[in-house]
């Protein structure tokens, strides 16, 4: 499951190939991926420029010259690939057609970009621009992680009352958006937080605490899919997925990471998600 540092790499490869650009040709193979595609997609994209590539929580937002905005999600298992496009030295060939390409759009001087999601849990949508905040996805979005709104003050006053786990309060996309599981477990980890404390008994000190601890930790992993991007580019084309190092996520058994900590990283189950922490050194 892509999280919001992969969301932000895909979106750091595709912006110099889509923004400012013409999209010459959409298709559109299927009438649906998670949810039906709105009705003409392929017409209403063919010919709009985008203007601009964003991203709100762990959805691209395409800003076209039509007047609307492209809400694009890439699902549990969607690849983005990037063709006939120069990408720092290497020029990736179009790749033979793939059995789940279901878009296809070309790009006016000569890139086309694929998005084949085999699980097809990856979701597209257009809304006029002046409109997207009111958006199903995207209405009751909490700030985002890495924006100014997320603060200190912020996160103290959200939690405050909260009777459900300090994991479950982070994961909660109306109090911060875009956060998954595997951040939350490192960025919790790294600020010697237990995932099983209740949120609203978290001294305010230490909630304080968690907003630069996750501004870092997704810091670090949009830093470490930069450098990725770049060893794609030379390898397939293929945007958003990198290897990172993580502290306790997928690392039950290991030796904690933190300087002095003499524990074993453990695995529990929230809320059906596997939560990964260290039993000495977060409290
Ligand atoms: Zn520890």
Redesign the pocket.
């Known amino acids: 499951m892509p999280e919001l540092p992969e969301v932000e790499t895909v979106r750091r490869g595709l912006s110099p190939v889509l923004e400012g650009r013409v999209i010459a040709r959409a298709q559109v193979n299927r009438p649906d991926l998670r949810w039906p595609f709105p009705e003409g997609m392929a017409d209403r994209l063919t010919g709009a420029r985008v203007i601009r590539l964003g991203r709100r929580s762990k959805y691209l937002l395409a800003d076209l010259d039509t007047g609307e905005t492209l809400i694009w999600h890439l699902g549990m298992s969607g690849r983005v690939l990037v063709s006939g496009q120069i990408l720092g030295e290497f020029v990736h060939a179009h790749p033979a057609p793939e059995k789940h390409d279901h878009v296809v759009l070309d790009i006016e001087g000569g890139a086309r970009i694929t998005f084949n999601d085999p699980r097809r849990f990856g979701a597209m949508d257009l809304i006029a621009t002046d409109r997207l905040e009111t958006h199903r996805l995207l209405a009751g979005l909490g700030p985002e992680p890495l924006g100014n709104a997320f603060d200190e003050p912020y996160l103290v006053a959200r939690l405050r009352g909260r009777m459900t786990p300090i994991k479950a309060a982070l994961l909660d996309q109306h109090v911060v958006a875009g956060l998954g599981n595997i951040y939350v477990c490192e960025a919790l980890?790294r600020a010697?937080i237990s995932p099983k404390r209740q949120a609203g008994r978290i001294a305010a000190p230490r909630a304080a605490r968690l907003v630069p601890v996750i501004r870092d930790v997704l810091a670090e992993a949009i830093e470490a899919g930069g450098s990725s991007l770049r060893d794609y580019r030379r390898t397939d084309g293929e945007l958003g997925y990198f290897q990172h190092a993580f502290r306790a996520y997928g690392r039950a058994g290991a030796p904690?990471?933190?300087p002095g900590?003499?524990?074993?990283?453990g695995r529990l189950v929230q809320s059906g998600r596997s939560t990964f922490y260290?039993?000495?050194?977060?409290r």
């Open positions: 980890h010697g904690c990471p933190t900590c003499p524990g074993t990283i260290c039993p000495r050194c977060q």
